[in-house]
């Protein structure tokens, strides 16, 4: 049965206290219990409201105020606030039009409106200046949302089977095409540049496998470390590792980490990276032999759930030559999915891999039939409250 409106007031309450003193978890549980209230209040037909007009509105117009550098404006008018009349005049749009457009934003809390005719930007709209995020507004909706738009005729027309393969899924019915996701992209030089600096900020502000009292850097990679093994001072190689984010949130939270940092991606990832200061970034195909050698450790972060099981095998045999036993780790950095009751962002993101790539997100189980069928065990799994990534470590069989 679900919980009544005043039960979930009352545990609100108890997580609030949590959420002052700072407890790990409390946020993400909060929101969670947000999302309940609103569920046990909302009557149907306002449930049908909000999925199918409110929300795609708000999704339709955050693309518009992207495009038109609405929430520009509003962030460089500050605290006075602008109004809808000279919003409009900026961005040469209609003053009735953008004065609507301006009411439902502000009605879903995405800007403030601060009197008549008056807006003003939020930490949301500001944060939607910066690239990362703007760049993630027009993905998700340019690129992701038909995927979804179109997955109930697109499983129907294939009797509701379930698609498993990279190049015949809900993306290719969406986007027309033949080719995988990411071949897609790079024939797509918009939105590969989106995507990848998109994935420097979809979980930006989230807990990190590198955060204090998530895994234990400096007891599991730092001690043991041996510059001279293999020959080549590395500590860390990120594998399909995109611009180089996690690398540089590594270097950046310990500095003091000794030892090279690599980045490896596709060639045309790497083109748009710098390499020098805290990487060194190179390109390389993870279905062909890692050709660094016995570095500490490999890393692979959000890698594995865009592929089936036999190519995360097959990826991760690539691995195997290069690593030294009893040195060498690999940290598989990913969405475990519980059992029982997995959170809102688990279970979306298992449907947005299966979205673009027909793929999902795994279970501790699957995770480690893998990792045993690619000869490796696990030797943890760290996991951090309420968190929706898990660290894997694991080492040679
Ligand atoms: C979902 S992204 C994850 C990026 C990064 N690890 C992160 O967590 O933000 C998957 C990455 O795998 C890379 N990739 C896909 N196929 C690859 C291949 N055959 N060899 C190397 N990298 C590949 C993509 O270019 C992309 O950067």
Redesign the pocket.
Same mark, same amino acid.
Do not use: E, T
């Given at each position: 049965m679900s919980p009544t409106p005043e039960a979930i007031l009352a545990q609100l309450q108890a997580t609030g206290s949590a959420y002052s003193e700072k407890k790990p978890g409390a946020r993400e549980q909060l929101l969670n219990l947000a999302h309940s209230l609103i569920s046990s209040l909302e009557l149907p037909s306002e449930a049908i409201q909000r999925m199918g007009w409110a929300e795609p509105a708000r999704a339709a117009h955050c693309r518009i105020a992207v495009d038109l550098g609405l929430f520009e404006s509003l962030k460089d008018s500050g605290e006075l606030g602008i109004s809808g009349k000279a919003l409009a005049a900026k961005a040469g749009a209609d003053e009735t039009l953008i004065a609507r457009t301006l009411k439902h934003l502000a009605a879903m809390n995405v800007v403030a409106e601060t009197g008549a005719d008056k807006y003003v930007g939020t930490p949301l709209s500001n944060a939607l200046t910066e690239p990362k995020y703007r760049d993630g507004i027009i993905y998700t909706y340019d690129v992701a949302g038909p995927s979804f738009r179109g997955l109930p005729e697109y499983l129907k027309s294939i009797k509701y089977a379930l698609p498993t393969k990279l190049t015949d899924g809900p993306f290719q019915g969406a986007h027309k095409t033949e080719l995988p996701f $990411?071949a897609w992209l790079d024939q797509s030089p918009p939105y590969l540049e989106k995507f990848?600096n998109y994935? &420097?900020a979809y979980r930006a502000g989230k807990p990190s496998w590198v955060d204090q009292g998530f895994y234990p850097i400096e007891e599991r990679l730092v001690e043991g470390f041996d510059a001279n093994t293999g020959g080549n001072d590395v500590l860390l190689v =990120?594998v @399909? @590792? @995109?611009l180089g *984010?996690?690398l540089r949130e590594l270097k950046e939270k310990h500095p003091s980490l000794p030892g090279k940092l690599i980045l490896? =991606?596709?060639p045309e !990832?790497i083109s748009a990276v710098s390499s020098g200061g805290v990487l060194e970034a190179t390109a *390389? =195909? $993870? $279905?062909t032999p890692q050709p660094v050698k016995e570095a500490r450790a490999y890393y692979l *972060? &959000? !890698?594995l759930h =865009?592929w089936d099981d036999d190519d995360c095998v097959r990826i991760l045999e690539q691995l195997r030559p290069a690593m030294k036993l009893g040195y060498s780790k690999l940290l598989v950095n990913e969405i475990i999915v519980p059992d029982r009751n997995p959170t809102w962002p688990v279970t979306s993101m298992d449907q947005l891999v299966f979205v673009l790539g027909a793929m999902g997100e795994r279970t501790e189980a699957r995770w480690e039939d893998i990792l045993k069928r690619a000869g490796f065990k696990v030797v943890h799994i760290y996991s951090y409250e309420m968190g929706s990534e898990s660290l894997i470590e694991a080492e040679l069989a």
């Open positions: $990411f990848n994935m &420097s =990120d @399909g @590792g @995109g *984010h996690d490896q =991606d596709r !990832v *390389h =195909d $993870f $279905f *972060h &959000s !890698v =865009d």
